[in-house]
């Protein structure tokens, strides 16, 4: 079946530790995408890319790095640097400029302790 | 600024009670307007595309619309099975791209109690 995978679906760290989250789709979907959600908000954008080597940065990407050296993937980092991690992170992807929708993974949840 | 706006943030009915839910927009020229269902834990499922005012798109007990300025997720009969946060998205004409990202108001959170 075709599909986004996100793992780890659970993760804690200590503050003080870069953590990379995993993002795989084998939809052929050219654009991917990092949104982050808290409690009581809705979506923000932290990066997004439209095509391999190439992303941009979206409305809150301090703090966070990401790659997309493959079609297929699209990992998040999330760094020392980000002030408040604790979070729900969703990846998307999106076939392409001519369609709309995203398709979501399940999630990962980060905890900081 | 792109700009959507959800109410009421929190919406509680008894089964078969219908309702609607409130998405108001402010965008720089609306390439469309998405509406997804998010259950706790997991990443939103798509439910509807709206491209221009006077569009609606069914499902069986949902029905979205589209004006100008705002769009509405009409729930006929609900279910238990129908609680769960709705969000709206939008996604702004471009000249670059049309992979502009959506920008996604906050949620309702429906219940539907039986």
């Known amino acids: 079946d075709g599909g986004i995978t996100q793992s780890p679906k659970y993760l804690f760290r200590k503050e003080g530790q870069n953590v990379t989250l995993s993002c795989e789709q084998n939809?052929?979907?050219?654009?991917m995408y990092w949104y982050r959600q808290d409690p009581g908000q809705g979506l923000r954008l932290i990066y997004y890319s439209q095509i391999v080597n190439d992303f941009q940065k979206g409305d809150i990407a301090e703090g966070y790095s990401v790659s997309r050296e493959k079609k297929e993937s699209f990992p998040l980092t999330v760094t020392s640097a980000q002030k408040n991690p604790t979070a729900f992170y969703l990846c998307?992807?999106?076939?392409?400029?001519?369609?709309?929708?995203?398709?979501f993974g399940e999630g990962s949840r980060l905890t900081v302790l | 600024e792109d700009q959507v706006t959800q109410s009421p943030e929190a919406l509680r009915l008894q089964e078969g009670e219908s309702s609607s839910l409130n998405c108001s927009y402010t965008v720089s020229g609306l390439r469309g307007l998405f509406w997804y269902r998010q259950d706790p834990g997991k990443g939103p499922e798509f439910l509807f595309t709206l491209y221009s005012a006077g569009e609606e798109k069914e499902k069986e007990r949902l029905k979205a619309t589209l004006t100008k300025k705002e769009s509405f997720l009409h729930i006929t009969a609900p279910k238990p099975e129908d609680s769960a946060t709705y969000l709206c998205?939008?996604?702004?004409?471009?000249?670059?791209?049309?992979?502009?990202?959506?920008?996604f108001g906050k949620g309702t959170r429906l219940s539907v109690i039986a």
């Open positions: 939809l052929n979907h050219d654009a």
């Open positions: 998205a939008v996604q702004a004409n471009s000249r670059d791209s049309g992979n502009t990202p959506l920008v």
């Open positions: 998307a992807s999106k076939q392409g400029p001519h369609t709309g929708e995203l398709f």
